[in-house]
């Protein structure tokens, strides 16, 4: 073990401010709160266990190439830290201290190429915790922070290397000690108690969010403004990056789908290579990430500047369904009351259209508005654009809480293949999509920035780029 290894790396209340406000301004939420956060995860651990939390490390895309970094959400969620190579050792009770983080040393040849570090000499302070040691020393230390602990929480299947780290640990504190001299521990996954936790959210993470879906909005309107048919649609890609990176935003939340005509009709269409058809709509869905938090919105525009009449008819059927969807999304409902909701409009319709035959209770029970509509309306976002939570508690869907964010994204969708299906609706694929916060009343759109009325998508395409 080395010398820095053997001792705590933490820094005096005097030394804390610089290295903290580097890390405010990094993350937009207080140490105080990653406290918190760390205090209640360990109050839901039965007693006498350990939790392991590994941040994410950089992954190589060619040659000596790097992935853009991003940090694990449950890692950067504990923490605030958002450099590779850490690990968050946290253990309840612990005399000598209950939070522990093995991060990369300072080195000032990789941060000369790489930017500067924490390092362990500072990050007790700055991140609130009660240690930091060298992320090296990690084999050395942490078997004896597992002795005597009688379960070990992480995040058990989700990196087959990580496990096999953690069952060397177990092994070489085994071999210490003796076998015989060890309680017999167990491991568990630790998804299920922190993703509770992450299902709802604090009032400086839905800050963040409001800001993501800002930035996510503005871009939204920049590509309906600069759509002209003729186009690529990567060219409106360019667009949303340009906004998102413009915005404060350095990447997006997942891959920007970009759609026009026929497109449309595939649910997660990431190519963006096509020409925009003059008489087609474009479905746009994408949204950017901001210090971690996602944004989600779609929206779908007629590349022309104008509905046709079945363009609008349609279009108008999907945001009742929105509509419909949003309402129901109050606390005390049930997470598929949404989607219940927009499926009524849509199985109304679609009968109406002599889609779908038979009663509407019998149609809806049987999901039969499925061929036109094939996913759910919701998901949870947060640190994750699909992110973490249980839908369902044992075999009901889960109770809406204020603090909880999912979208409301309802579709309709009649590709060419479809049988059965007026030559009118053949090729056109819609769909509107928003996040919503539950609150104690009404609903709270985080994206409203966005126009999604018919007439109100025609007056803003009609204006030139600001």
């Keep these: 073990m080395s010398t820095a290894g053997r001792k705590r790396h933490s820094l005096e209340k005097s030394a804390a401010p610089e290295a903290e406000s580097a890390m405010l301004k990094a993350t937009g939420i207080a140490a105080a709160e990653y406290a918190r956060r760390r205090r209640r995860l360990m109050d839901g651990l039965a007693e006498g266990a350990v939790a392991l939390i590994s941040g994410a490390s950089v992954r190589l895309r060619n040659g000596d190439t790097a992935y853009p970094f991003r940090q694990d959400s449950n890692f950067l969620y504990l923490t605030g830290f958002d450099e590779p190579q850490g690990l968050l050792v946290l253990v309840p009770g612990r005399v000598q201290g209950e939070s522990i983080l093995f991060c990369r040393e300072r080195d000032p040849r990789g941060e000369l190429y790489d930017g500067e570090r924490l390092g362990p000499e500072r990050a007790a302070a700055a991140l609130g915790l009660d240690h930091a040691f060298p992320v090296d020393d990690l084999d050395d230390i942490l078997p004896g922070l597992l002795e005597g602990r009688r379960r070990i929480y992480f995040p058990l299947g989700g990196d087959a290397e990580f496990d096999r780290r953690v069952l060397g640990w177990v092994h070489s504190l085994r071999s210490r000690v003796g076998s015989d ?112 938090y996602a944004s989600d919105i779609t929206r779908t525009f007629p590349a022309s500047g104008r509905f046709t009449a079945v363009q609008r008819e349609l279009y108008e059927l999907v945001l009742a369904a929105q509509h419909a969807a ?126 999604k009325s018919p007439d109100a998508i025609e007056a803003l395409m009609a204006e030139s780029l600001p």
């Design 181 to 292: 001299a060890l309680p017999q521990c167990e491991f568990a996954d630790i998804g299920h108690i922190l993703h509770d936790l992450r299902l709802v959210k604090s009032a400086a993470e839905l800050r963040l969010m409001r800001q993501a879906a800002s930035i996510s909005a503005d871009a939204h309107r920049r590509a309906m403004q600069a759509c002209c048919p003729g186009m690529n649609e990567r060219d409106l890609e360019a667009e949303l990056l340009y906004a998102f990176r413009r915005g404060g935003a350095r990447e997006s939340a997942y891959e920007c789908i970009v759609a026009a005509g026929v497109h449309a009709c595939t649910l997660h269409y990431v190519c963006n290579d096509g020409e925009v058809p003059e008489d087609a709509l474009v479905l746009i869905d994408a949204g950017c990430e901001l210090q971690g």
């Design 326 to 451: 949003i309402d129901a999304a109050r606390p005390g409902a049930h997470f598929n009351a949404p989607h219940e909701a927009a499926q009524r409009v849509f199985t109304e319709a679609l009968i109406s259209y002599g889609l779908l035959e038979g009663g509407l209770e019998e149609l809806l029970a049987t999901e039969a508005a499925r061929r036109f509509c094939m996913h759910k309306t919701s998901h949870w976002l947060g640190l994750d654009v699909h992110d973490v939570g249980d839908y369902r508690v044992g075999d009901a869907w889960r109770v809406l809480e204020p603090g909880m964010v999912l979208t409301v994204e309802p579709g309709l969708y009649f590709p060419p293949h479809l049988e059965g299906v007026p030559e009118r609706f053949r090729g056109i694929g819609i769909r509107i999509e928003d996040d919503v916060v539950i609150t104690r009343g009404e609903p709270e759109v985080l994206t409203g920035g966005v126009p």
